[in-house]
């Protein structure tokens, strides 16, 4: 079974500040998602990846996907409190497809 | 286009009795699978329904089931509640059953006293 590692567990930095958040596996992603919850919410999908090397960007948050495709991270620029939320990156298994498997998440809490 | 529905939000049921949870996926989409998410395990894989047909399922006790309609509405069903089923249900959904991009819906909170 693929086990997705997120890094750090949990992240509090001040407004204006910039994070990143890591998302590894010793085995290859088909392909990588990335989304944001909020408490009492489901979480909402931010950007996908699939390509080896992809950098995708959606404003202030600039999504990397590893060459070798077992690596991804998401940059925070300028955070802001609406960044506030638990981070998660998932990913289709390799052993059936259509099923995903989700990392522990990265919390983030930005202060102002 | 309406997003993923979830009935009801909230729920408080007591040991040994059964629960069913309802999701009404975005339209068109086809595919949907539940979770449960709690604090100690995060988001784990309960099932995928897709065409009436469950296609995968997570590594959960029979007490844990769901069905789809033909109009893609899917329900969970748990039955002889335990106190660790206290959980946030989530139920995602797809456009087809090979997509990568899976949408969820708000949860359902459930607790058991």
């Known amino acids: 079974t693929q086990l997705l590692e997120q890094s750090p567990q949990f992240l509090s930095i001040q407004e204006g500040e910039n994070l990143t958040v890591y998302c590894n596996s010793s085995s290859v992603f088909s392909s990588l998602q990335w989304y944001r919850q909020e408490p009492g919410e489901g979480p909402v999908l931010l950007v996908t990846?699939?390509?080896?090397?992809e950098v995708k960007k959606l404003k202030r948050l600039t999504f990397q996907f590893g060459d070798a495709r077992k690596d991804s991270s998401l940059h925070i620029t300028a955070a802001q409190p609406g960044d506030t939320g638990l981070y998660l990156c998932?990913?289709?298994?390799?052993?059936?497809?259509?099923?995903?498997?989700f990392g522990a998440g990265t919390q983030v809490v930005v202060t102002p | 286009k309406a997003g993923v529905t979830q009935t009801p939000r909230y729920l408080i049921k007591t040991r040994g009795q059964q629960v069913t949870l309802s999701c009404s996926p975005i339209?068109?989409?086809?595919?949907v699978s539940w979770y449960q998410q709690t604090p100690g395990q995060g988001l784990q894989f309960l099932f995928e329904y897709f065409s009436e047909t469950q296609r995968n399922k997570g590594n959960f006790p029979g007490r844990f089931s769901g069905r789809q309609f033909s109009n893609s509405r899917s329900e969970m069903n748990v039955s002889t509640l335990e106190l660790g089923d206290s959980a946030l249900y989530l139920c995602?959904?797809?456009?087809?059953?090979?997509?990568?991009?899976?949408?969820f819906g708000p949860g359902t909170r459930l607790t058991v006293t």
């Open positions: 995602a959904s797809k456009s087809t059953a090979s997509s990568y991009e899976q949408y």
């Open positions: 998932a990913s289709m298994t390799t052993d059936s497809w259509g099923k995903f498997q």
């Open positions: 990846v699939v390509t080896g090397g």
């Open positions: 339209s068109g989409h086809r595919s």
